[in-house]
Each structure stands twice: as structure tokens, then as C-alpha cells.
């Protein structure tokens, strides 16, 4: 079965610093989801990755995956307190788009002020 | 748009109780929906999917009669947990998407706890 392997656990920026998170697959990734989690609050959505080689930015959040679609990087630049919470990358579970997702085991930012 | 509704936020109850949790697609239709469960700094873990009008298909692992899913309409889900226990107190959270190739929508959860 896919599992997807985030890295780091747990982050702790000073406000202003950038960072990076990573997302790696154990099988080719046919669709690459990133979402952010407050604790004890439903998933917010970030980005949505298909294709290899494609990157994608939102205000100060891109999100990348590598031409052979097995892994994903996340970068926040210049953080603010805002952007802490739990990131989350999710992938389809399977070749068809069955919609289920399974997750990776989440990464907590903290971001000092 | 794609708004997923989640209701009750906060539940507690009594060990031998049923709890019962909805989901809602408050904007658009749904003819699957996933539920998934949430330990204490883990992440999701994906219990089954709900679909309209059959049954649910439930995750390796996840007890179908300790974890009832009805989906009797195109914007509504329930999951029911049956004779609750403290190990069944968890973040529980639901999931839907508007069509077939956008990302999933997440209600805000609910938080179960069995005394």
C-alpha cells in the first residue's frame, strides 16, 4: 500500500525565516494534496499538484512535485505567526481518481513572533 | 462553493451509547463521501467511504458494525458509533468533493469523548 513520509516532524521558525516541507512517496503519485490543520479543526485546503514538474504558489506558499512524482516539497516564505498550524500532504490512494486520499503523518509549524 | 458541514462539533457521552455524527454538502451533491478518524497528534487515518444509495466500504481493519454509515441522500452522511467506548473517543472528521478531479473538502470535525 502507499505511504507518504513527511519530514520534518515538527518545526520551529523565527517569524520572517522561511522553511520548507517535505512529502515522499513510496509509489508515483497520481494526484498530491496539500492541506493545513489548526488542532482540533477540519482540513483547510492548499494546493493541489498533478502533473511532474509542476509548482504552484498562493500568496507566500509553494508547493512543488518532482518530475517523477514521488515527492513534494512545501515552502513558506517570509512566515508569520498565521501560517502555524499542521501540514498535511495527502495523494490518491490508487491509479483511478476514487477520490479517497490517504495522509502523511503531518507536520506541526510553529512560528515564533 | 464546496462547502462540507459537520455536526455536532463537540460530543460527549457515556460508555454503551451510540453516537451519532452528519455530515452535510451544504452547496453541492455528493455521491461519496470519506470519513476518517484523528488520534491525538497523529494524522488521518481514512475509516471508510460513504456512498449514496449502497453500502459503505469500510478501510482494513475498521469494524462495519461498530461504525454504522448511512448515505441516504446526495448531502447527507452519518456515521454512527455503537456502543461507545473510551478507546473510540477520537477527532472525527468527514470528507466530500464537488467533482470528480477537485481536491476534498473537510467539515470541521467532531470531537467525541466516552466517559
Known amino acids: 500500500s502507499q505511504e507518504l513520509e513527511q519530514s520534518p516532524q515538527s518545526l520551529i521558525v523565527q517569524e520572517g525565516k522561511n522553511l520548507t516541507i517535505n512529502c515522499t512517496s513510496s509509489?508515483?503519485?497520481?494526484?498530491l494534496y496539500w492541506y493545513k490543520q489548526k488542532y482540533g479543526e477540519g482540513l483547510i485546503f492548499l494546493m493541489m499538484?498533478?502533473?511532474?514538474?509542476e509548482e504552484k504558489s498562493h500568496e507566500k506558499i509553494t508547493a512543488k512535485l518532482d518530475e517523477k512524482k514521488q515527492q513534494s516539497s512545501l515552502h513558506i516564505t517570509a512566515s508569520q505567526p498565521s501560517h502555524a498550524g499542521i501540514y498535511l500532504c495527502?495523494?490518491?490512494?490508487?491509479?483511478?481518481?476514487?477520490?479517497?486520499?490517504?495522509f502523511g503523518q503531518g507536520t506541526t509549524l510553529q512560528v515564533k513572533p | 462553493g464546496a462547502v462540507v458541514s459537520q455536526h455536532p462539533s463537540r460530543v460527549i457521552c457515556k460508555s454503551g451509547t451510540s453516537v451519532k455524527i452528519e455530515c452535510r454538502s451544504l452547496?453541492?451533491?455528493?455521491?461519496?463521501m470519506f470519513w476518517y478518524r484523528q488520534f491525538p497528534k497523529q494524522s488521518l487515518m481514512l475509516m471508510a467511504t460513504?456512498?449514496?444509495?449502497?453500502?459503505?466500504?469500510?478501510e482494513q481493519g475498521v469494524e462495519k458494525d461498530k461504525f454504522l454509515i448511512n448515505h441516504a441522500s446526495l448531502t447527507l452522511s452519518t456515521l454512527t458509533v455503537t456502543s461507545a467506548h473510551p478507546e473510540d473517543s477520537s477527532f472525527y472528521i468527514c470528507?466530500?468533493?464537488?467533482?470528480?478531479?477537485?481536491?476534498?473538502?473537510f467539515g470541521n470535525g467532531t470531537r467525541l469523548t466516552v466517559t
Open positions: 470528507s466530500a468533493s464537488n467533482t470528480p478531479n477537485s481536491p476534498l473538502h
Open positions: 509509489k508515483t503519485l497520481y494526484g
Open positions: 499538484l498533478q502533473k511532474g514538474g
Open positions: 495527502g495523494a490518491g490512494s490508487g491509479s483511478g481518481n476514487t477520490g479517497k486520499l490517504i
Open positions: 452547496d453541492f451533491q455528493a455521491t461519496t
Open positions: 460513504s456512498n449514496e444509495g449502497s453500502k459503505a466500504t469500510y
